[in-house]
């Protein structure tokens, strides 16, 4: 079982800066791929990011490409999305989840997080 946490979401102006992060509870972090999926009033919940244990080669959504970073500190059972240049359309609840052999689609993590807000004002 693992037991996520985020935090650092809020209100931004557009072409600002944030950071999450996701506390994981237990210690079976380092075997998990971490993502970072965010979902808009009205829409599905997206995969936006994900990071497999090594830290190789992340996946990213095309919208946020060269936008956002996803990383991750196996020491500190911590995985983190810096949101650079950031734009109204990127408002949303993101969730931090993770699972040992997921793909984009949500319903085939396992485990996640509580979620936190993100508004970016125009």
């Known amino acids: 079982q693992v037991q996520l946490v985020e935090s650092g979401g809020g209100l931004v102006q557009v072409g600002g800066s944030l950071r999450l992060s996701c506390a994981a509870s237990?210690?079976?972090?380092?075997?998990?791929?971490m993502g970072w999926f965010r979902q808009a009033p009205g829409k599905e919940r997206e995969l936006v990011a994900a990071?497999?244990?090594?830290?190789?080669?992340?996946y990213y959504i095309d919208s946020v490409k060269g936008r956002f970073t996803i990383s991750r500190d196996n020491a500190k059972n911590t995985v983190y999305l810096q949101m650079n240049s950031l734009k109204p359309e990127d408002t949303a609840v993101y969730y931090c989840?993770?699972?040992?052999?997921?793909?984009?689609?949500?319903?085939?993590?396992?485990?996640w997080g509580q979620g936190t807000q993100v508004t970016v004002s125009s």
């Open positions: 989840a993770a699972d040992r052999k997921p793909s984009i689609v949500a319903s085939s993590w396992n485990y």
């Open positions: 990071i497999i244990v090594s830290g190789g080669s992340p």
């Open positions: 237990g210690r079976t972090f380092s075997t998990y791929t």
